[in-house]
């Protein structure tokens, strides 16, 4: 047997109930909070180059499985349909939301990514930097040299640095 307590709150139960069909119902009334993507972990042998496309004006992963972009001091990725920023190649990551992309990704398609790794390996191969030489993801502030001997000097040109020092004749143990 039911309690008069139990009745009423199965009437007032009832009665929300028939209200809220009554009610038109607005779109713009309907929020969907969908769980974020998980955050993906990026594992890479080593730091990918970053070679600079005109379109879409970032800088792109070079011969890469993630799609990776550079631009303006942070990283971007695009992973299982979903947008994410970094400081650094490998992140740590958190979402972000496609109208704070740069405006050259905003449009950006994952079919695009082939095309984008065919014109990044091309440019690699023939140095078509346009004023954007392509730069070790591990470092964005430490452009990599990658014709002639450049890359054999090291960071900051260490083998020139040494070179004269020995000329000038400091830099040598004194006996």
Not at 12 to 20: G, M, S
Not at 71 to 83: I, M, N
């Amino acid at each position: 047997m039911k309690t008069t307590h139990e009745r009423s709150y199965a009437i007032a139960i009832l009665l929300t109930a028939a209200f809220l069909a009554t009610q038109p119902l607005r779109a713009d009334e309907i929020k969907i909070k969908l769980p974020a993507p998980p955050v993906p972990k990026i594992v890479l042998p080593a730091p990918p180059p970053m070679i600079w496309l005109p379109d879409p004006q970032v800088y792109v992963a070079h011969d890469s499985p993630h799609h990776i972009f550079f631009h303006s001091g942070r990283y971007y990725l695009f992973h299982q349909d979903a947008w994410f920023i970094g400081p650094a190649y490998n992140g740590p990551w958190s979402v972000i939301k496609v109208k704070q992309l740069p405006p050259g990704l905003r449009n950006y398609r994952p079919a695009n990514w082939g095309h984008y790794q065919r014109e990044a390996a091309q440019r690699f191969r023939e140095g078509h930097d346009n004023g954007h030489p392509p730069f070790h993801a591990g470092r964005p502030h430490e452009r990599a040299h990658w014709k002639g001997d450049d890359h054999n000097r090291g960071r900051h040109g260490e083998k020139e640095r040494m070179e004269k020092k020995e000329k000038h004749g400091r830099g040598r143990d004194k006996d």
